[in-house]
T-cell receptor, first 109, second 115 residues
Framework: GQNIDQPTEMTATEGAIVQINCTYQ??????LFWYQQHAGEAPTFLSY????GLEEKGRFSSFLSRSKGYSYLLLKELQMKDSASYLC??????????FGAGTTVTVRA | DAEITQSPRHKITETGRQVTLACHQT?????MFWYRQDLGHGLRLIHY???????NKGEVSDGYSVSRSNTEDLPLTLESAASSQTSVYFC??????????????FGPGTRLTVL
């Protein structure tokens, strides 16, 4: 089976940095995805890692360590619009994904 | 623009009734997926398809069925709705690149209430 863990909630101040951790134990590994989901909306793709290291995309960065079964999503220069749930998902072999329960990030003024 | 749509967006039904949720995508993607999302559980895979006439069970498939008669559509049927199936249902699609991101694109969701 798949086991993907991430914190339930995080709170941070506008302009700050927040790091959302994700640990996984899966039967296989073929890539890790991060999605953003605003309340009442569909998830939207943020980032993808398949090799160890850091991928940077503007204010968002994602890191992967396959040997440790660990990833994090880094959100810099937080804005109020970043208040959302962030979903970690692992592709274990073919094309389907297994998702963690999601981390709700609240950005305070 | 290519897109993925779901209908209806909201549905209230009674226990024991058959319900079908529609999913239509215009990306010409081979892969399509159905998930349910409940508080505390995240997205859980119900069924998926990798092409016409191909269907596979996900982790929570009991009580659900799908069929894939063309590339664009993957309807989800609840054969006899139960209160435990009250949830938000998302459809998604992705390309079969074999490499790269194979990003899944999600529809807007259907909120289903079973009374």
């Amino acid at each position: 089976g798949q086991n993907i863990d991430q914190p339930t909630e995080m709170t941070a101040t506008e302009g700050a940095i927040v790091q959302i951790n994700c640990t996984y134990q899966t039967s296989g590994f073929n890539g890790l995805f991060w999605y953003q989901q605003h309340a009442g909306e569909a998830p939207t793709f943020l980032s993808y890692n398949v090799l160890d290291g850091l991928e940077e995309k503007g204010r968002f960065s994602s890191f992967l360590s396959r040997s440790k079964g660990y990833s994090y999503l880094l959100l810099k220069e937080l804005q109020m619009k970043d208040s959302a749930s962030y979903l970690c998902a692992v592709r274990d072999g073919d094309y389907k994904l297994s998702f963690g329960a999601g981390t709700t990030v609240t950005v305070r003024a | 623009d290519a897109e993925i749509t779901q209908s209806p967006r909201h549905k209230i039904t009674e226990t024991g009734r058959q319900v079908t949720l529609a999913c239509h995508q215009t990306w010409n993607h081979n892969n399509m997926f159905w998930y349910r999302q409940d508080l505390g559980h995240g997205l859980r895979l119900i069924h998926y398809s990798y092409g016409v006439h191909d269907t596979n069970k996900g982790e929570v498939s009991d009580g659900y069925s799908v069929s894939r008669s063309n590339t664009e559509d993957l309807p989800l049927t609840l054969e006899s709705a139960a209160s435990s199936q009250t949830s938000v249902y998302f459809c998604a699609s992705s390309e079969s690149e074999g490499s790269g991101t194979d990003t899944q694109y999600f529809g807007p969701g259907t909120r289903l209430t079973v009374l």
